[in-house]
T-cell receptor, first 117, second 112 residues
Framework: ELKVEQNPLFLSMQEGKNYTIYCNYS?????LYWYRQDPGKSLESLFV?????AVKQEGRLMASLDTKARLSTLHITAAVHDLSATYFC?????????????????FGQGTILTVHP | DADVTQTPRNRITKTGKRIMLECSQT?????MYWYRQDPGLGLRLIYY???????NKGEISDGYSVSRQAQAKFSLSLESAIPNQTALYFC???????????FGEGSRLTVL
């Protein structure tokens, strides 16, 4: 059974500081996704990581994937209040059937990030 | 207009009532999903459908049923609602090439 664990589950940061959220998963997978959710809102796709060593950056957020370590990180640089949200990682048990996704993402518990002035 | 639309957005009902949550999409994706979100538990998969003729159970399908009426429509039903089905429900579609999910706005269900 695939398990996805995020660390920490709660993160309180000061504006301007850096921090990293970790996502560990329990079985082989080549695909990992990061989503953001604002309170009472839907989930918004942040990053799609499709291979070992993949690194993607968008503004103050950078995500990376190490499939050998079964680990993804979401690094926050110089946090601002607008980044306050819940962040989820999700893992796909990728099945190479004609190059398409197997589907059925398994989600971590989510990390609630609060950025203070 | 949203690409993935859920109705109703909020619903309060009583134990034993039948409830249907509807989802429609304009993304043209074949694959659709229903997830449930509870605080501290992330999202858990209820049912999924890879095309109109394909329906599959997820990890928590007991007490739920689904119908895929068309490529664009996927409905979730609670035949006899119970209080522990109180949750936020999300419909999603999938881009098959990347596996990326696109979520609806969510349907908040309260069962009294």
């Amino acid at each position: 059974e695939l398990k996805v664990e995020q660390n920490p589950l709660f993160l309180s940061m000061q504006e301007g500081k850096n921090y990293t959220i970790y996502c560990n998963y329990s079985t082989t997978s080549d695909r990992l996704y990061w989503y953001r959710q604002d309170p009472g809102k839907s989930l918004e796709s942040l990053f799609v990581l499709l291979s070992n060593g993949a690194v993607k950056q968008e503004g103050r957020l950078m995500a990376s994937l190490d499939t050998k370590a079964r680990l993804s990180t979401l690094h926050i640089t110089a946090a601002v209040h607008d980044l306050s949200a819940t962040y989820f990682c999700a893992v796909d048990l990728f099945y190479n059937a004609g190059g398409t996704s197997y589907g059925k993402l398994t989600f971590g518990q989510g990390t609630i990030l609060t950025v203070h002035p | 207009d949203a690409d993935v639309t859920q109705t109703p957005r909020n619903r309060i009902t009583k134990t034993g009532k039948r409830i249907m949550l509807e989802c429609s999409q304009t993304k043209g994706h074949d694959r659709m999903y229903w997830y449930r979100q509870d605080p501290g538990l992330g999202l858990r998969l209820i049912y999924y459908s890879f095309d109109v003729k394909d329906i599959n159970k997820g990890e928590i399908s007991d007490g739920y049923s689904v119908s895929r009426q068309a490529q664009a429509k996927f409905s979730l039903s609670l035949e006899s609602a119970i209080p522990n089905q109180t949750a936020l429900y999300f419909c999603a579609t999938e881009d098959r090439l990347t596996g990326e999910l696109f979520f609806g706005e969510g349907s908040r269900l309260t069962v009294l």
